[in-house]
């Protein structure tokens, strides 16, 4: 059991303060800090409550930051383990850490936090038994994040869902792909362009449908439909299924995972529409669905491999007192294979 003590060193607020406003025991608090199951549920809400409104820091933690070191990373990922374990950007993205975590003393922790409010994995993290986070792929409901920045050094894959100055986080240019992908479709001629597109939950899901609408706006075009395919094979095929529902079929398709596009390809296969003949199909990820579904497809590659790398550079950098910089932006590019025609199809 972790000594977590009365006051940190920085006169932070005591557990004392934080079993006060939550009506519990030091006791209890201390069992939730230290990530106990003998808790009801509603202690537990109230005691991470109180922990959120007083931002306490358990000593431990306070001590590891500054006086000793665990060696130990977190790797948070705030999504239901199918998708974790079914998406190749997932695969992508921890090879690219763990390549540099290994180079280094640390050892790196993964935490599927799917549908938790953060309740475990919170106590865990801030009960001083890692020096640092990544966390990647979170949503706007993912809120115990802010816990884990208050207690650790952050660094996030991706745009914070929630902008704030002290963050660190690298990030594919997600606004100018989605630019790119639009333009290279208008370029062959195609204009009823719809798209699926990833939760709005999410930045990269926000940023490449704000690339699809200024490139159309910026060619005099309207968008077709727009559906929400929540990176997910299954969520592509809905949407496209949605898509084909519209009174008037589009000529070509932002599709903004490789995974939706497997999908949704799926689902035109049924129908009988080919590809690129009759709808063209422009993908995001260049992952290794890319190359395994019929046609190949046209996709704007982004390097979640390296993502993963600088992600890593950037906390190992943070834990040796070194100046990272807070943005890293990395570029993306197309890759031009057999789901776009060369010319648009007519009708």
Known sequence: MVDIGTRSSQGTATIEEV??????????????????TSVSPAALEAVNRAISALNYVPNRAARSLATRQTHAIALVVPEETTRFFGDPFFAAIVSGINARVNKSDYVLNLFIASDDPGDKTTSYLRSGSVDGAIIVSHHTSDTFIDRIAAAVPVVFGGRPVRARERDY?????????????????????????????????????????????????AAGLKPGPVEDGNFTADGGARAMERILEAPERPDALFIASDLMARGALAVLNRAGIRVPHDIAIVGFDDSPVATTVSPHLTTMRQPSFTQGERMADVLLDLLADRDPPRVTMLNTELVIRDSVSTRAAEG
């Open 19 to 36: 079993a006060a406003a939550a009506g519990v025991s030091r006791s209890t608090v201390s069992r939730v800090v230290n990530g106990s």
């Open 169 to 217: 986080y690298v990030d594919v240019d997600n606004v100018r792909g989605g630019q790119e992908v639009t333009e290279f479709l208008i370029g062959r001629g195609y204009r009823r362009i719809a798209m699926i597109a990833g939760p709005l939950t999410m930045p990269a899901g926000v940023d490449r449908l704000e690339g699809f609408r200024q490139a159309l706006d």
